[in-house]
């Protein structure tokens, strides 16, 4: 079973996106979720992480700008991004944190133009 992330796509500098994903309602409702990137040549880097319950992480470089929640009787993970910069330029996924061999999925590009 893998995660699959949907919502990507190209958009301006400065728009507004809303990553989805969806994932077993178990999994959701224990464990740490979080959304990773990955830049071409790089390796995958968190971006943002929501535990069951408490207080979200960000990355320095998308504080203020994205927003992780999560619903569990919809069994997703969201992550809405405004703002948007180039640089944010990215394929994201979404996985458990720590993450998961398995549960990677083909992720959702995300494409900023400036």
């Known amino acids: 079973v893998q995660l699959q992330a949907s919502g990507g796509g190209l958009v301006q500098a400065g728009g507004s996106l809303r990553l989805s994903c969806t994932a077993a309602?178990?999994?959701?409702?224990?464990?740490?979720m979080g959304w990773f990137r990955q830049f071409p040549g790089k390796q995958r880097e968190l971006v943002a992480l929501?535990?069951?319950?408490?207080?979200?992480y960000y990355v320095d470089s998308v504080k203020g700008r994205f927003t992780i929640s999560r619903d569990n009787a919809k069994k997703t993970v969201f992550l809405q991004m405004n703002s948007l910069k180039p640089e944010d330029t990215a394929i994201y996924y979404c996985?458990?944190?720590?993450?998961?061999?398995?549960?990677w999925g083909q992720g959702t590009q995300v494409t900023v133009s400036s």
């Open positions: 996985n458990t944190v720590p993450p998961s061999a398995t549960l």
């Open positions: 309602g178990r999994i959701l409702r224990t464990t740490d």
């Open positions: 929501i535990p069951p319950d408490g207080t979200s």
